[in-house]
């Protein structure tokens, strides 16, 4: 089990642009979040999905959205990219009903 | 709001000493607190969780909610254990809630 992956790994776009990243959980989890890491920060709550609906969601605007597919594997998209989006963003997994979540090895975005 | 703080980003010691890194939350209810730990080119991993009274790698944090704070301590620190440490907070016990993380601290154990 390669545990969680994301891709793609780096990924350089323009101010007002769309992206969209992509994270499969680790064999067994059904639950997907998604956190946004700034640099020197702590990774912050954008939202989690379970059994294909937003359950819980941070304090991130509208141009942030995800969606999770029938295999657990889910999107995190952003729209109009801004300067202030650079970031890191991890997905990490978990089994519904248990504490430990589990990291991917996040995808570093640029806007530029 | 909730709130993790942890008030120091680096933390230096030399291997053998005893560590504490700080942390403090802000929560009016019954928090579930995380320690997890990130080597240098690894990914975020949880080492340990208030519930579950462990000790891992030699490292133990006890919840004291008269004072609101969780610190990690161990003994005597090795040179392995140079990594960045981060305090987590979950609202929703006994479900995977969301996460929230204080800023980090950075140890370093020199030889």
């Known amino acids: 089990d390669a545990g969680v992956t994301q891709s793609p790994t780096h990924l350089i776009k323009t101010r007002g642009q769309q992206v969209t990243l992509r994270c499969s959980p680790k064999s067994g989890h059904d639950t997907v979040s998604w956190y946004q890491q700034a640099l020197g920060q702590g990774p912050q709550f954008i939202f989690q999905?379970?059994?294909?609906?937003?359950?819980q969601r941070g304090n991130f605007p509208d141009r942030f959205s995800g969606h999770q597919f029938p295999n657990y594997s889910s999107e995190l998209n952003v729209n109009a990219l801004l300067l202030g989006d650079s970031a890191l963003y991890l997905c990490?997994?978990?089994?519904?009903?248990?504490?430990?979540?589990?990291f991917g090895p996040g995808t570093r975005l640029t806007v530029t | 709001a909730q709130r993790v703080t942890q008030p120091e980003k680096l933390l230096s010691v030399f291997k053998g000493a005893p560590v504490e890194l700080k942390c403090n939350y802000s929560y009016s209810g019954s928090p579930e607190l995380f320690w997890y730990v990130q080597y240098s080119r690894q990914r975020l991993q949880l080492l340990l969780r208030h519930i579950s009274r462990e000790s891992i790698k030699g490292f133990t944090a006890d919840l004291n909610k008269g004072e609101t704070s969780f610190h990690l301590k161990k003994p005597f620190a090795q040179e392995e254990d140079s990594a960045m440490y981060y305090c987590a907070l979950t609202l929703f016990p006994g479900n995977t809630g969301k996460l929230i993380f204080g800023q980090g601290t950075t140890l370093q154990v020199k030889p």
């Open positions: 990490a997994s978990s089994s519904a009903g248990l504490y430990e979540q589990y």
């Open positions: 999905y379970y059994e294909e609906e937003e359950r």
